[in-house]
């Protein structure tokens, strides 16, 4: 994923990058919809492990199809490498997989990238927990009715991901076209507004009041549209915050170099909620959890607000080579 991100920044125009990343993490994004379901129907009905040599082949399967299909996007003799005479027969190449981490001293990038993580959060504040908060509450001990909880989400996120890059895409156009040309990169991150200041913190904090206090079929409808509502609002911010990085760094060619780093730091931002989350709603409970996940976004999506409005001083604050 990081590598298709950043291939996005390489072939999209400047007006039509929001799309790209849009339809691309759309895409990502349908199996996270489904797995949880087929995860959880195959753990009822017919083996974890059954399950787990199946996706063995499927990853057997596909190093197959990449190999087949690289061909068509390689070509020979394009940039002229094969007219060079290697020095050495072998060559060990010495790769340093936190090199892009020094993009994180750009005050841009960080906030950015802090504010995604935090708006990612509330998606797992919810799913992570969900057999012993929807589930428990609601009487759900079937895995595979476990599983299909996360539908909506999965849905959501499927759902969200192109509409709000084709947003971001659209404001950057009307927006340049108003001030007669000149545009701005913080531009994009516009498009972030309905997702991490509506959509995102009143779901989580709607489905935390729903579970504590709403029982029976009516709680769980509600619960399951705020999970996909949230499922949307979280790609209302990703997919645009992804268009502004690869945006800021595509011009000095380092396209690949953003989707790693900012995976990188949500994974760790993610990690650390998930790891509290339980304790969390054992000692505080649903609702004051999902409180605090809405918090946490709302902060993210200020982060954002400050890019937006003091883009241009942050870049000059620390020279990283954008």
């Known amino acids: 994923m990081s590598l298709g991100a950043g291939v996005i920044g390489d072939i999209y125009k400047l007006e039509e990058?929001?799309?790209?990343?849009?339809?691309?993490?759309?895409?990502?994004?349908?199996?996270?919809?489904?797995?949880?379901?087929?995860?959880?129907?195959?753990?009822?009905?017919?083996?974890w492990r059954n399950l787990h040599y199946s996706l063995g082949v499927w990853g057997?399967?596909?190093?197959?199809?990449?190999?087949?299909?690289?061909?068509?996007?390689?070509?020979?003799?394009a940039m002229g490498i094969e007219k060079v005479t290697p020095k050495r027969r072998f060559h060990?190449?010495?790769?340093?997989?936190?090199?892009?981490?020094?993009?994180?001293?750009?005050?841009?990038?960080?906030?950015?990238?802090?504010?995604?993580?935090?708006?990612?959060?509330?998606?797992?504040?919810?799913?992570?927990?969900?057999?012993?908060?929807?589930?428990?509450?609601?009487?759900?001990?079937?895995?595979?009715?476990?599983?299909?909880?996360?539908?909506?989400?999965?849905?959501?996120?499927?759902?969200?991901?192109?509409?709000?890059?084709?947003?971001?895409?659209?404001?950057?156009?009307?927006?340049?076209?108003?001030?007669?040309?000149?545009?701005?990169?913080?531009?994009?991150?516009?498009?972030?507004?309905?997702?991490?200041?509506?959509?995102?913190?009143?779901?989580?904090?709607?489905?935390g009041l729903v579970t504590t206090y709403v029982g029976g079929l009516v709680g769980l409808s509600l619960n399951l549209l705020c999970l996909f509502i949230n499922g949307m609002g979280v790609d209302f911010v990703v997919a645009p915050v992804a268009s502004y990085n690869l945006l800021n760094i595509a011009q000095h060619k380092l396209c690949t170099d953003p989707p790693p780093l900012t995976r990188a730091t949500r994974s760790v931002i993610v990690s650390v909620a998930t790891a509290l989350v339980i304790p969390s709603i054992e000692r505080i409970g649903v609702a004051w959890t999902d409180i605090i996940a809405a918090i946490l976004a709302l902060v993210g999506q200020g982060l954002i607000f400050l890019t937006i409005h003091y883009g241009d001083r942050m870049r000059e604050s620390v020279d990283v080579g954008f």
């Open 17 to 47: 990058r929001g799309t790209g990343i849009g339809i691309f993490f759309g895409a990502t994004l349908l199996g996270f919809a489904v797995a949880p379901f087929i995860g959880g129907a195959a753990a009822q009905y017919w083996s």
């Open 60 to 77: 057997l399967l596909e190093i197959l199809l990449i190999y087949l299909s690289l061909p068509e996007t390689s070509h020979p003799g």
């Open 92 to 207: 060990i190449a010495w790769v340093n997989p936190l090199s892009s981490l020094w993009l994180l001293r750009s005050p841009n990038l960080l906030a950015t990238t802090l504010a995604a993580g935090l708006v990612i959060v509330s998606d797992y504040i919810l799913l992570v927990p969900i057999a012993y908060t929807i589930g428990v509450r609601y009487g759900i001990t079937n895995e595979a009715v476990i599983g299909a909880c996360f539908l909506p989400t999965g849905l959501g996120n499927f759902i969200g991901a192109p509409i709000s890059g084709r947003l971001s895409d659209i404001v950057v156009r009307k927006l340049r076209v108003r001030r007669k040309g000149v545009w701005y990169p913080e531009d994009r991150l516009r498009a972030t507004w309905i997702g991490g200041l509506f959509m995102v913190p009143l779901s989580i904090v709607t489905s």
